[in-house]
Nanobody
Framework: VQLQASGGGLVQAGDSLRLSCAAS????????MGWFRQAAGKGREFVAA????????NYADSVKGRFTISRDNAVKMVYLQMSSLKPEDSAVYYC???????????????????WGQGTKVTVSS
């Protein structure tokens, strides 16, 4: 099983960026998927999650209205569209897969069993 996150980079405050997560070795359509992030010196925090069919999404309050999570099960991809980026959004972003049958994707990192390697996002002020 591999989750390959990509799309990170250095941007300025107010810019947009789209992260992608390519899944292989698993049937992604049966997994709820999530994005988490970890800033330097801080713990991992929930960003966004999407149910297996894309019908339900949830977001951390800090990104609500600015970030959008989506998925395309046909090509085994999950996306995180980030807009109006702020310096405090700087972190390594990870995608993760949760095999449970929750109708609403969990914000708890302990519920996710597969993790990608992360992609770094740096937002300059």
């Amino acid at each position: 099983v591999q989750l390959q996150a990509s799309g990170g980079g250095l941007v300025q405050a107010g810019d947009s960026l789209r992260l992608s997560c390519a899944a292989s070795g698993l049937t992604v359509s049966v997994y709820n998927m999530g994005w988490f992030r970890q800033a330097a010196g801080k713990g991992r925090e929930f960003v966004a999650a999407i149910s297996r069919n894309g019908g339900s999404t949830n977001y951390a309050d800090s990104v609500k209205g600015r970030f959008t999570i989506s998925r395309d099960n046909a090509v085994k991809m999950v996306y995180l569209q980030m807009s109006s980026l702020k310096p405090e959004d700087s972190a390594v972003y990870y995608c993760a897969a949760d095999p449970s049958f929750r109708r609403v994707a969990s914000p708890g990192s302990d519920d996710y069993i597969y993790w990608g390697q992360g992609t770094k996002v740096t937002v300059s002020s």
